[in-house]
């Protein structure tokens, strides 16, 4: 619990993703609190498309571990411009670095969106209060 | 949580998964472990070298007396006569419509001392069924929460046990599905060479005051062979490759034994009357409408309990009743029922995974069988 990484270099969902800003796309992953719940990830659904519009809060995929299913949900508005084809045939990549592995990048539509989201020390309280 | 969490039980190990790191769930009205490191790692641990399960929250009944192998014998499927002393076998209680209201493991310690090993998730249903059962006929006692059980599982268990002494080394020669009497770390234990994996292995009966003790004994002796403690995750995945009915999942008061698979475990020509028995024949009869199939998933996607199962046309026509990644196989695996007709062994068809219709496979069962 105390050994989760979560940088400061980017913002946090309550749902778990990270959002960081790369130029003018945002990267979405998932964060070492939600992998660590998941455990074992074995299959990561993205249902969008590059070039579709996701709204803040709506799910754009799952991720599956052994056990369980998870939603996946936009940390902003806006456009997806990338998809991370590499977890198509290695999920297990977020297990090994889930602050690297990012599933989708979004070119944001409403900028106040990103700034609405948990800094490291908002998500880590969040985190921490979660797991009781 | 916090308001569920005060009726919860713990079993006498609950201290050792905590020490392990064990994550704690609620599960059928106890906290038990659902994984230590991870569910695959322990998994394959199971499955190359040896896991230990506390499964100490499952159901011990006790009937003893003259007639106890008589009152066992009408509330089971299969034929209760065809034990010898320190036999066990695989079995399932019906109701009087034939449907299942639990699958169980019966042990005939002697001819008037049986033992009955019921699900948690059943345990208050089947101490009752068993008790009124008994009424008059023999002596009942619930010994369940007097009693731990913990299953050693993998090709290594036996060597594991030979390294704990005492009683340990002769266990190796007890036969498939026999118990015996057996000192392991200085407390008396039952050792039954069964299990829920699909692995060699054995479930140690031990009473209460003697878990911990017997628990670190094995632990200890398992570290040269690598064993790892084994939480219930992986005992759900382990049985679904070996094939084993999960109680809630695969069968239920809604499933009869013949659709279910278990045909093998009814015995319609035994010639003691039992529970369900007049039910069971007229459903034979009559010819089951659906049955069970394992089945691969052929495209991406992982079919999940209650998941609704499709023809190639897209319609519903059966559910999916068990389903995950098979860490041993590296597919995703599951079980279902769907129209008789489409259980045949290569049969396409699909599963509904949230909205996706992701096709699937009728494959042979089980998916995984150990070298023998």
Redesign the interface.
């Known amino acids: 619990m105390s050994n989760l990484e979560f940088p400061s270099d980017r913002r946090y969902t309550k749902d778990h993703e990270w959002a960081r800003k790369d130029g003018q796309e945002i990267l979405v992953g998932v964060s070492a609190f939600a992998v660590e719940q998941l455990g074992d990830i074995t299959l990561v659904n993205v249902d969008v498309k590059v070039g579709d519009s996701v709204e803040v809060g709506k799910s754009f995929g799952t991720i599956e571990s052994v056990k369980t299913l998870s939603d996946m949900f936009a940390p902003v508005s806006g456009k997806i411009t990338k998809i991370n084809e590499a977890l198509n045939d290695k999920p297990e990549l977020i297990n090994e670095d889930c602050n690297k592995t990012w599933m989708v990048a979004i070119a944001p539509s409403n900028p106040a969106e990103f700034e609405a989201l948990l800094d490291q020390a908002a998500y880590a309280a969040h985190v921490k209060a979660s797991a009781h | 949580?916090n308001d569920t969490n005060e009726t919860l039980r713990r079993t006498p190990l609950f201290d050792e998964h905590v020490k392990l790191g064990g994550r704690i769930v609620p599960f059928a009205g106890f906290e038990m472990p659902?994984?230590y490191k991870?569910?695959?790692e322990e998994h394959l641990a199971v499955r190359t070298r040896a896991g230990m399960f506390d499964v100490s929250h499952m159901g011990e009944l006790l009937l003893t007396g003259e007639h106890a192998g008589a009152v066992v014998d009408y509330l089971i499927t299969s034929d209760a006569s065809k034990l010898g002393d320190g036999q066990a076998m695989y079995t399932c209680g019906c109701n009087e419509q034939g449907t299942i209201l639990d699958d169980l493991l019966v042990y005939r310690h002697t001819a008037d001392k049986w033992m009955v090993v019921c699900n948690a998730s059943n345990h208050a249903k089947m101490s009752e069924h068993f008790r009124k059962a008994a009424l008059n006929h023999c002596e009942f006692r619930d010994e369940t929460f007097d009693t731990a059980l913990v299953a050693l599982q993998g090709p290594k268990a036996y060597d594991i046990l030979a390294k704990v002494g005492g009683d340990g080394p002769e266990l190796a020669k007890l036969p498939s599905f026999n118990l015996r009497p057996a000192v392991l770390a200085g407390a008396k234990t039952t050792v039954a060479r069964t299990g829920y994996t699909g692995e060699d292995g054995c479930e140690i009966f031990i009473e209460n005051k003697d878990a911990v003790k017997v628990w670190s004994a094995i632990m200890e002796a398992g570290q040269a062979f690598g064993i790892s403690p084994a939480g219930l995750?992986c005992r759900?995945?382990l049985r679904l490759e070996a094939r084993l009915s999960l109680y809630g999942n695969d069968i239920d008061e809604t499933t009869n034994p013949l659709e279910a698979g278990l045909a093998w475990i009814v015995k319609l020509d035994k010639a003691s009357d039992f529970l369900g028995k007049a039910a069971l024949i007229k459903i034979k009869e009559q010819g089951l409408k659906r049955k069970i199939a394992g089945f691969e998933m052929v495209g991406?996607?992982?079919a999940?309990h209650g998941y609704p199962l499709l023809d190639m046309q897209g319609k519903p026509v059966g559910v999916c009743t068990s389903g995950?990644?098979s860490?041993t196989l590296n597919k995703?695996i599951g079980l279902g029922y769907l129209p008789t007709e489409m259980t045949k062994i290569g049969t396409q068809f699909k599963v509904d995974c949230?909205g996706?219709a992701v096709d699937a496979v009728v494959v042979k069962v089980p998916f995984y069988k150990r070298a023998s």
């Open positions: 949580m659902v994984q991870g569910i695959t995750g759900d995945t991406r996607g992982i999940r995950s990644p860490p995703n949230r996706k």
